[in-house]
């Protein structure tokens, strides 16, 4: 869409209609876990709202989707539980140029990890003295959804952590491949509706008030973030990531320390070429600055960290497009 000589009236039309669009979209995939349109087609509406935003200011309004997060009615019958620590959304880039930007802008920092984007659901895990009390969703970022007696349904969770620990750790449930496709195979033979995709079967199956359906659905977890790494003597994001799975927890092994933009475009032209052969789905790259301390002085917006980025992979028709793009800059 041509945002060139807009008139501000005509990018207000526009930023209604977008809104109006957005906010049904991001409905059907949150709350009802159905989505009607792709990931990109939400994606491209999304970044046009973002930036007809920056360009007109004065149109920014609070009540935006891109102030927002995640599923912002909460209407689901489950309980109600409310985040001390706001979970927050990713900010995303969908092209290597984009990525160098955002390495130039953030560069206090020279080390990064990088970690696979897991397709699935937020989750927060509280542990009181080492005893998985209490499991919520992201919801709105401030209230989830407690789903405590579905998460122990999932094997991969510890009900218990090594160490006698009182901690809230956060990180993605999935569904794994093998697992999405049977359940979709199944629900056609019995007439039933398909999930669109295994990110939507995963926050079905947990977004359950009968536990017994989690149980059925084979999901499984990687953690990732703790609010309280003070608690963790850990100085980078990648010593967390070691801490946290010897505390027991399920973390993904595939992350990497970089110094240097180039290994960046290399671990992403990597996954891109791969990522079908895992058992898991993958929609990007996170790239987060490796050091907590200067993770802490970055900070957050209202919706997203500022000490991490999410690359987005291009949807599968046009994924060959990324593996020969140099870096320009
Ligand atoms: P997001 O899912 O793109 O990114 C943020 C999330 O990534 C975090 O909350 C976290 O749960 C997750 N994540 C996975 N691996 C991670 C890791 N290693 N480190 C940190 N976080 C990790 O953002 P969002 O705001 O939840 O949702 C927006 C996205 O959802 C859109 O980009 C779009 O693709 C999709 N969406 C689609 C529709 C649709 O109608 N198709 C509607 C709404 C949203």
Redesign the pocket.
Known sequence: HKTENLTQASAYERIQQLKIKIIK??Q???AEDA?????D???KA?AELKMLEEQFPMLKTVDSPTQK??DNNLKSDLAKVSHAVP????G?VFSLDEVNLWWYKKGISNEYNL????????IALVYQNGELKQAST?GNGLIGEDVTENIKMIKAIPQKLTEPLTIEVRG?VYMPKKAFAKLNQEREEQGLPTFANPRNAAAGSLRQLDSTVTKKRQLSA?M??TVETDKLEVTTQAELLTKLANLGLPV?QTNQVVHDKKEIAKFIQEYTGIRDELDYGI?GI?I?VNSLAIQNELGNTIKVPKW?I?Y?FPPEEAKTDIIDIEWTV
């Open positions: 979209w991001g059907e995939y949150y989505p009607s349109v792709t990931d087609v939400y994606d999304y997060v995640g979970m927050l959304s990713l995303d970690e696979l984007k897991i397709d699935g659901l937020a992201r993605e990687f990732y973030y993904n929609d996170v987060k991490a999410a987005k």
